[in-house]
């Protein structure tokens, strides 16, 4: 008797696998007084991995028995806590193994999807205003552009940093401008020239008051977008150059951004003062109790200029001798106290032959905060 010949043999995982299944489908078709398989929904006990730089898997509270009751599907929940390239989640039966990128929309936060020109994957855009008082004498507001989460010990990324455009908004005119993160620091300044009109009151509608502006100043709102480096060749890796100026482009207003364009983001407001401000005063220190201030600018012919003098508050002295010796050309016109009811000041200046050191002495009148 000639043996038949032998059908198509199947691999052993798969023989296993179906043998399982069908094992399975036979336990639960049994009537029998003794359950040989639990009741409740049965899948296969998959192990996952997420290969990222911190990740785990999550456990809900109130997970639903019957949401992996298929042998088809499984769901997981995991948290991605920085990952510099997308990662990559693979499950595992057996011999059977499967992978699939996580979608970079995924792990971005919620809202419209990033430009192309974004940070790479788990960095952070920051933006920073330098000078929030801005004065005619010198228009100028500065935003800090930095990123984070940049792990320092790898080289430089493969992809371009992207441009950032920076819009300054004063009612309904506009002002533009724009630089590029670089370095390995991944950083940099954008400048916004403010025009002189800015400066002004605001206009008032006929039959209306003028409105009382804060008493910072003229707020100006700065927002900014991303866009993806322009790597030209001859170009040295710049950006697109943004036509400053007031109007005519782009965006009009913070709330009329142009829909193929990407979204403005909010950096946060500077305060126009209509007059320069002084600078501030610089601290000399006698020793630990008494501090003279003065301006950080030299003096010019028929300036007058303030020198503060402070006393610490924790001072136990009730009488101090202060020596001023000026040139010639230079006199002290007056010497008050801010505290005339704590201080009492003598001034005494002798012009007798060559210029003297001006007295000036200082006396405690009654306990009380220090301040002179």
Known sequence: MIPSAPGPRRPPALLGLAALLSTVTEGRGLLDSTPRFSLLPTYLPVSFRVDADAAFFLREANQDVMRNASLQARVESFLVLRARRPPVLRA??????????????????????GPPGAPPLGWKLRAHILRDQIDPGRPVAQVLFHVLGRD???????EPLPCLRVFAFRETREVRAGCRLRGALG??????????????????????RRPAGPAEGSPVELYYTVHPGDLRPGDGGNCVRAEPGAGGGGHTGPGDGDEA???????????????PRPPPLRELRLDDQVAVHYPPRRARPGDVLTFPVSVSSNCTWDRFTLRVKVKRGVRIAAVRASSPAVWEVQASMDRAGKAAPAVIVCRRKSPGPAPG
């Open 92 to 113: 595992r039966y057996g011999p059977f193994s499967a992978q699939q990128a996580v979608p970079r929309d995924l792990l971005l936060p919620a809202g419209p999807p």
């Open 152 to 158: 320092w010990a790898e080289p430089g990324p493969a």
């Open 187 to 208: 950083l940099c300044v954008a400048e916004l020239r403010l025009p002189p009109a800015w400066f002004s009151a605001p206009a008032v509608v006929a039959g209306r």
């Open 261 to 275: 364009g990407p979204p403005l983001r909010r950096i946060g407001s500077v305060f126009l003062s209509p007059t």
